[in-house]
């Protein structure tokens, strides 16, 4: 697993295939939350790492596997066809 350095704390962040996408860098709302302040970004670094994140989760759903991840972006993102089985976070451990 990658790691990203914010504020002197590091975040894990890991690449996930999501259909139609490819390869995307995917991290905890926890990192999203050090970016930013008031809806603005903390500073330019921030902003830059920002970019780089192609969709945060939460602390649990990070660590879903891999096609399970990539199902619950494409349904959150609203791109998930009716009749594709999107897997809860409740029921994995």
Known sequence: ????????????VREVYV???GMELVAQE??????MKDDMYVSSAAKDIDNSIFYYVSDKEFYLSEDKLGD?????????PEDQTVFSTETDE
């Open 30 to 35: 926890s990192l999203e939350n050090a970016l």
């Open 72 to 80: 619950l972006i494409l349904k959150e993102l609203g791109e998930c």
């Open 19 to 21: 259909e139609g996408f």
């Open 1 to 12: 697993m990658d790691t990203i350095e914010f504020d002197q704390v590091i975040y894990p």
